[in-house]
């Protein structure tokens, strides 16, 4: 078989992982996706978003050629080389959404309470620093609450549904800076009869700086690839190449995984004489904060957390064209 003269495939990848404060800034929101398994945005073994998040394409060709296609992908006229990096950045502020319910016998008495129990919320709350500002009223719903009523005929009963009241919803959006507020927080909203926290937003004011950050780090890294292979006799002269990038941000939210909490035994049966059988205890469901692992990633900057953060992953791919001789 006849070898071809200028054999050369030089592929580096590298795919990136799997992938959304405290335990509580999950929220009970999490809490029920985690149970139907069902991520209305988001996949959490998939890694992110169904689809990019974000990705920008960009291409230098010299002269008009054709698109890549598989076969030409792993050719032996065509390198690869790829770079992968990471950035941990924690949030400049965060977005906590409480719901609040109400029912009344009247829209007009739903209202009056709900709204006083809110304004008395934002009072309390104004204490730990949350200004007026920093607070947004969402309403939700109002629907009427039926019961039923018996209609006795002669000879039989008719069971019709008849308005008795209302039900009011209402989302709190609450906007702050220091996390370590956060129990506070609930506590305050639990003396106002507020008890469902939904879930709790991470905000970057700069994500175009994390961007710069990771682009520079990757065309640092990109650079000395290339440097250390010329070292090996690789001089690269391709026809034409192509650069593209790809960016992500995954958020905390998107990285609590469920587990089974440790069963215990019952110390019933250690102290009881009689033969009588115990069994463990039922496990609960809890979540736990599973970052991003770094195993697949060239460079991690900030790698050491210890919260929650949001975590932005930057993929540069440089293709090269080579002449068959």
Do not use: C
Not at 139 to 164: A, D, L, M, R
């Amino acid at each position: 078989m006849k070898k071809t003269p200028f054999h050369l495939i030089l592929v580096l990848t590298l795919s990136l992982t799997t992938l959304n404060v405290k335990p509580q800034a999950a929220g009970n929101w999490m809490l029920n996706q985690s149970k139907t398994n069902s991520y209305d945005e988001f996949n959490t073994e998939s890694g992110g978003y169904n689809g990019k998040r974000s990705a920008a394409k960009l291409s230098e060709s010299y002269g008009s050629y054709p698109a890549y296609t598989y076969q030409q992908a792993v050719s032996d006229s065509v390198i690869v080389i790829e770079t992968n990096v990471m950035m941990n950045v924690k949030a400049d502020a965060y977005v906590a959404i409480f719901g609040i319910s109400q029912v009344s016998d009247s829209i007009e008495a739903g209202h009056q309470l709900i709204n006083s129990r809110i304004n008395n919320f934002i009072l309390a709350i104004a204490k730990l620093g949350v200004l007026p500002k920093d607070v947004f009223v969402d309403f939700i719903s109002q629907v009427p609450i039926f019961e039923i009523e018996v209609e006795k005929k002669i000879f039989s009963k008719t069971y019709n549904e008849v308005p008795k009241g209302f039900e009011l919803k209402k989302n709190i959006h609450i906007r702050y800076t220091d996390n370590k507020i956060v129990d506070a927080l609930l506590i305050e909203a639990a003396k106002k009869e507020i008890y469902d926290i939904i879930k709790v937003d991470y905000i970057i004011k700069d994500n175009d700086e994390v961007y710069d950050t990771l682009r520079r780090a990757s065309v640092d890294l990109m650079n000395k690839k290339l440097k250390e292979f010329k070292k090996l006799g690789l001089n690269i002269v391709p026809m034409y190449q192509t650069i593209s990038e790809d960016i992500n941000t995954t958020y905390p939210i998107e990285r609590y995984s469920s587990y089974n909490t440790f069963s215990a035994a019952s110390l019933a049966g250690i102290k009881s004489s009689s033969l009588t059988k115990y069994s463990l205890k039922n496990s609960q469901s809890s979540l736990f904060y599973n970052k991003v692992p770094y195993k697949n990633y060239d460079i991690v900057i900030n790698p050491s957390i210890l919260e929650p953060v949001v975590q932005f992953t930057y993929h540069m791919e440089m293709k090269y064209v080579l002449k068959k001789n």
